[in-house]
């Protein structure tokens, strides 16, 4: 079991910037890839980013790519999303998971825990 606590969020104005965190907790952090997804009232869960064991390898989804930037310090079983040149549409609910290491990145359905999510909001 893996537990997966979402942290950073909060109220920032269009252009700026925020860092989330996600602590995990329980089985080797090290063994899983992590994802990031955002959902906004009304609209299905949406993939961000995502990161594989090691950090060798980063996904983003066309949306954030070249403003979010993912990254993992497995040493503190901790996983960020920092989310420069933020947008009014990039307000949401934001989701860490984690996953094995195989599969599809981009699909919510193949990671196995998910953490309460925090509330990102970007005023214009």
């Known amino acids: 079991q893996v537990q997966l606590v979402e942290s950073g969020g909060g109220l920032v104005q269009a252009g700026g910037s925020l860092r989330l965190s996600c602590e995990t907790s329980?089985?080797?952090?090290?063994?899983?890839?992590m994802g990031w997804f955002r959902q906004a009232p009304g609209e299905e869960r949406k993939f961000v980013a995502a990161?594989?064991?090691?950090?060798?390898?980063?996904y983003y989804a066309a949306s954030v790519k070249g403003r979010f930037t993912v990254s993992r310090d497995n040493a503190k079983n901790t996983v960020y999303l920092q989310m420069n040149s933020l947008k009014p549409e990039d307000t949401a609910v934001y989701f860490c998971?984690?996953?094995?290491?195989?599969?599809?990145?981009?699909?919510?359905?193949?990671?196995?825990?998910w953490g309460k999510g925090t509330q990102v909001t970007v005023s214009s």
């Open positions: 990161i594989n064991w090691n950090g060798g390898n980063t």
């Open positions: 998971a984690a996953k094995t290491p195989w599969g599809n990145y981009y699909i919510a359905t193949e990671y196995d825990y």
């Open positions: 329980g089985r080797s952090f090290s063994s899983y890839a």
